[in-house]
């Protein structure tokens, strides 16, 4: 059974960092793309940023110049680093991974960003 669980989340101050991980099990990451989505209460979940499984990224307008997606298959995971975060970054974030056949989420961080 293919797991991602996400970790990393927590509360921030306008202008502070953040790394998320996604720890995939079950599973071989180096076969999927990837992604992180966000979604903010009363919001439609929304793409942040993708990896596809030769490397390639793509990002948000939002996220652009401030987050970076990386990808570590030997050890199976998915990074989001997340700098000059912002009060409009606030939101669960969840792994994505999309396979040939099938595609699997994760559960969820939160982030607040809060002074």
């Known amino acids: 059974q293919v797991q991602l669980v996400e970790s990393g989340g927590g509360l921030v101050h306008p202008g502070g960092s953040l790394r998320l991980s996604c720890a995939a099990s079950?599973?071989?990451?180096?076969?999927?793309?990837m992604a992180w989505y966000r979604q903010a209460p009363g919001k439609q979940r929304e793409l942040v940023a993708g990896?596809?499984?030769?490397?390639?990224?793509n990002y948000a307008d939002s996220a652009k110049g401030r987050f970076t997606i990386s990808r570590d298959n030997a050890k199976n995971t998915v990074y989001l680093q997340m700098n000059n975060l912002k009060s409009e970054d606030t939101a669960v974030y969840y792994c994505?991974?999309?396979?040939?056949?099938?595609?699997?989420w994760g559960q969820g961080t939160q982030v607040t960003v809060s002074s």
């Open positions: 994505f991974a999309e396979g040939a056949k099938y595609d699997h």
């Open positions: 079950g599973t071989f990451i180096n076969m999927y793309a």
């Open positions: 990896i596809s499984s030769g490397g390639s990224t």
